[in-house]
């Protein structure tokens, strides 16, 4: 058949039925059952050819747009219609033939895929009816359930066990960013076992941070592939989840968790269920928003009820003039029961000279509930007559036409005041007249106030110093400072004692001893009491007695070489050694004249003293050798040294000049006067040393002559002993008057031997008693 009288019968067709189709798809529809028409009347396809060209998706888009399939039966009944009304009855015949082949096919995809739309349309009942019902379940509860722990378990079990739903949990977001699971249900334990944050962090980009950080639903419609479920990915399959819905929980504009849900199907939130879902999120969020106001109103109501009955300040509550309501303070303040006190009117607790004033104030309130009377201060006239003071405020609450009077008793307070003034006298008199001189420092290290004896010792007027940085005052050098900064922070902590410290003032330095007292004002610290004592004189007096028992060590160290017998260059050597060390002079030397004259020194140059160097022993200082006319040796070898300045001092014993005391250094100051003073002391010492020393040689020169000459008598005792025996045997031999004689001349012989024999035993003692003598010396 030709193509041209098909388009004739088919633009007869559309025209038909194009009113009958909707406007935003009538075109798109026209166009494809156009097409299929043509390809059916031509008979260029066989008809199940078309039929399997025919695309499913296209079907179900129409369909889901609102066309019926009795109206597509309708619309192939009109085209029926034209072909026969066109054409003649055996051409039409073919027509129909071929378009009846065609309807079987094309009607069993449109039944096919209607079917389909009718099954996921009833799944989306469901799952909108189940929705319903857990909105329905959860408003029950919510109100129902005053406690919000409950309340949140029991609206998880409603998800599950109502819903349907595979799991459900609700979380709160933490100060650290992490996510608090607080209620669940389902079998699994999931919500507890994984890791969720809703920070920026890879654990918190998933659906429950993002609902927590965005305030918005987050919906992941396939667990196994959204990139946003990786961290947890592995846990949730296991649990048998393919699909979740994350809503954000808001209570009074601020997002505080999320309510997430689980199915075991895939894509199982449409728009209509998370609609319904998302007012479920906002039930609970209402439920928790109402728990927690009632819960914070019954705070308010205990806490109001604790302040007003544990307040110090007394409360009454007035109407009409009366009190019907008064807390215990006021019985403590008035000497009156609460029964005694219930219908009183309120002005009877007042002094009679007050009542006037008090009376005015409250009529002033009671009329006008903007005015407010503060701190009216009145005398109270207790039940047993005593008078006390407080102050009184009133404010008027129109809504319950009462006025309610707060009594504050300051009695104690005036006390105090009283004592505080006298205290306060007593303290400025303790502060002004100390000895002792007194800073106060702030916490910022300024200078709050300072007495009389503190300004005399810093050598300063009051305006020079009050508001300045004790540190900005120049008194403390870096040393200090640093150890001013340790003393700060210490009794900060909490540690006292005595600290000592070296200041400048003027460029004289001053020693003073610092005591630091932390002063606290309600138990937090403000400011630093510090009491300072000038110990200058004490300090130099301690180094003076230093100095002296350091140079008597010295000298001492002489007396003990002299008591112990050393030899006179190693006692002198000890004492230049020690001397050095105490006075720092970088030469000290002695040079000790007699028959075998010697030198020793203590030095860190090297200097031959001898005696033709110090030709000129006589006393002398030279400051400066470089300013002298003419040199000595000495003074020329000394400056060869390296060396300036120099003392020499003689010494003398019995007013013989036996030796001299050297010592010097490249420059002399003022200082070094005192220890010249002390090298003059020394060089006495060390006269009396030689001497000694030479005396001890002397005596045991003595004593050895003595003990040689015992020695000698001794052998001459025996030399004659000998000859007067033989002469006795001699004698035997001789007779008469010659005999007589030589026996009286033997007799006086042996009579000098025994008086020579006892004068040399003598002699022994005497030697003896010498040498333990001088050893014990």
């Known amino acids: 058949m030709k193509s041209d009288v098909i388009e004739d019968i088919l633009e007869e067709w559309i025209s038909r039925i194009r009113d009958e189709i909707p406007p935003e798809f009538r075109d798109e529809y026209t166009n494809f059952i156009k097409k299929i028409a043509f390809e059916v009347l031509s008979g260029r396809k066989q008809p199940e050819d078309i039929a399997k060209e025919v695309d499913e998706v296209f079907i179900e888009r129409f369909l889901r747009r609102g066309v019926k399939i009795k109206e597509i039966a309708k619309r192939v009944k009109v085209l029926l219609q034209v072909i026969l009304e066109k054409r003649k009855i055996e051409e039409a015949r073919e027509m129909i033939v071929r378009l009846a082949l065609l309807q079987p096919e094309i009607f069993y995809k449109i039944f096919e895929t209607y079917e389909k739309i009718l099954r996921e349309e009833e799944e989306k009942r469901k799952r909108f009816e189940r929705a319903l019902r857990v909105l329905s379940k959860v408003s029950q509860a919510v109100s129902k359930i005053g406690d919000e722990k409950a309340l949140l378990k029991s609206i998880c079990e409603i998800i599950v066990k109502e819903g349907g739903y595979a799991y459900a949990w609700i979380g709160y977001k933490r100060e650290d960013k992490s996510v608090q699971p607080v209620a669940k249900a389902g079998k699994d334990g999931y919500a507890y076992e994984v890791k969720i944050t809703w920070d920026e962090s890879e654990t918190g980009k998933g659906p429950t941070g993002t609902a927590i950080r965005t ?32 809503l954000p929980l808001v209570v009074k504009g601020e997002v505080i968790g999320s309510l997430n849900i689980y199915a075991f199907e895939k894509d199982a939130f449409d728009e209509k269920e998370v609609d319904l879902l998302k007012e479920v999120a906002e039930v609970v969020s209402f439920g928790i928003s109402s728990i927690r106001e009632v819960e914070e109103r019954r705070k308010l109501e205990e806490l109001y009820k604790a302040i007003v009955e544990s307040s110090k300040a007394g409360i009454i509550v007035v109407s009409n003039g009366k009190i019907i309501h008064a807390n215990e303070a006021v019985e403590r303040v008035s000497g009156y029961s609460k029964d005694e006190l219930m219908g009183m009117p309120f002005i009877n607790i007042f002094s009679e000279g007050d009542r006037e004033d008090i009376l005015r104030v409250y009529k002033l309130v009671s009329y006008d509930p903007k005015y407010v009377a503060e701190n009216l201060e009145v005398r109270i006239l207790r039940k047993d007559g005593v008078r006390c003071f407080a102050l009184v405020t009133m404010a008027s609450i129109p809504e319950l036409r009462c006025v309610v009077v707060s009594l504050l008793d300051v009695t104690k307070l005036r006390e105090m005041e009283r004592k505080l003034k006298e205290s306060e006298e007593m303290y400025r008199s303790i502060f002004e007249f100390s000895p002792l001189g007194i800073i106060i420092v702030g916490r910022d290290m300024r200078i709050i106030d300072c007495n009389d004896a503190a300004l005399k010792m810093i050598k300063r007027r009051r305006e020079e110093v009050v508001g300045k940085k004790w540190d900005d005052l120049g008194f403390l050098d870096e040393e200090e400072l640093y150890k001013a900064m340790e003393v700060f922070y210490r009794v900060l902590r909490g540690e006292s004692g005595t ?112 005696e033709k160097l110090l030709s000129k022993l006589e006393d002398r200082v030279v ?34 000049t036996i030796g001299a005391l050297v010592a010097a250094q490249k420059s002399f100051d003022e200082k070094d006067r005192e220890k010249i003073e002390f090298l003059r002391t020394l060089a006495g010492q060390f006269g009396i040393v030689i001497q000694e020393a030479r005396m001890f040689e002397m005596r045991m020169k003595s004593l050895k002559q003595i003990e040689d000459n015992i020695v000698t008598l001794a052998t001459l005792v025996d030399k004659i002993k000998n000859p007067l025996a033989a002469i006795t045997l001699l004698l035997e031999d001789v007779e008469g008057e010659i005999k007589e004689r030589i026996e009286e001349q033997v007799g006086k012989i042996v009579e000098i031997v025994r008086e020579v024999e006892k004068g040399w035993v003598e002699s022994e003692n005497v030697r003896k008693f010498l040498k333990r003598s001088w050893e014990d010396k």
């Open 623 to 656: 400051e400066n050798i470089l300013q002298l006319g003419e040199m000595t040796d000495l003074e020329i070898e000394l400056l060869k040294a390296g060396l300036k300045s120099y003392v020499l001092i003689p010494l003398v014993s019995r007013g013989e």
């Open 499 to 610: 600290y000592e410290f070296r200041i400048k003032v003027d460029g004289e330095e001053k020693w003073v001893n610092l005591f630091p007292v932390l002063l606290k004002k309600d138990n937090k610290p403000y400011a630093f009491l510090n009491i300072i004592e000038d110990v200058t004189e004490k300090k130099n007096y301690e180094k003076e007695i230093k100095e002296a028992l350091e140079r008597l060590e010295i000298l001492r160290s002489i007396d003990h070489a002299i008591l112990s017998g050393k030899q006179m260059r190693e006692a002198i050597q000890e004492a230049l050694q020690l001397a050095r060390r105490k006075l720092g002079f970088e030469l000290l030397a002695c040079l000790v004249l007699g028959e075998e004259p010697f030198t020793v020194q203590d030095s860190d140059v090297e200097i031959n003293l001898n």
């Open 215 to 246: 305030g918005k639903i987050v919906v992941v419609r396939e667990i196994d592939t959204d990139p946003r479920f990786a961290p947890w990915r592995e846990k949730a399959l296991k649990s048998g989840f393919r699909s979740s819905i994350a």
